[in-house]
């Protein structure tokens, strides 16, 4: 099936610092959706982004949509320690309807 | 504005069992996706439903079944439970089955022993 790759697998940060993480595909999306998962609870939709080149931003958090549709970075400036959790990528393949692919997750702790 | 919410939030079953997994889809929403979440990996999505149908399919067995209701809720079956079958199960509600946002529920976590 289609595969996202994201990455770093994982990372720890200071905190303050900024944190990028990205996905990369072969195949081309027509959205694409950040999500951040909690230990034991369901993810939560951080940015959705909708047109290649697209740049938007939630508070410290910025992601953009890829030019070539293939892939898409997220950003978090000013990393605090509730930032700690697993961020997924996760795209909507053209003519697939609104079915999600994910990527592997990110694994993000910080050090106080 | 109610958001997602599925029940139980805990089930443990052993091989062979059946098992009934249920999800109440956000305010508005009249599409519910079910995906399966291993541990350390990602969701891979099950299947979806709109207007109480199935309406796309990812890889997984026939043992895996589904239904909506005209509420929009919806209910993920599993025959013939097997000791891989283990893993969270997330339901996610969008406004359409178009692409665009998916909001997901608590998941509910299956053990099969």
Redesign the interface.
Known sequence: ?QQ?N?SPQSMFIQEGEDVSMNCTSSSIF??W?W?KQDP??????LI?L?KAGELTSNGRLTAQFGITRKDSFLNISASIPSDVGIY?C?G?LSG??????????TRLMVKP | ETGVTQSPTHLIKTRGQQVTLRCSSQSGHNTVSWYQQALGQGPQFIFQYYREEENGRGNFPPRFSGLQFPNYSSELNVNALELDDSALYLCASSLAPLPGAQYFGPGTRLLVL
Not at chain 1, 40 to 45: F, M, N, S, T, Y
């Open positions: 099936g996202l994201q027509n959205t959706l999500y034991g609870e369901g993810p939560v939709l959705a909708y997924f996760a909507q697939a309807g609104n079915m999600l692919t994910f990527g592997g997750g």
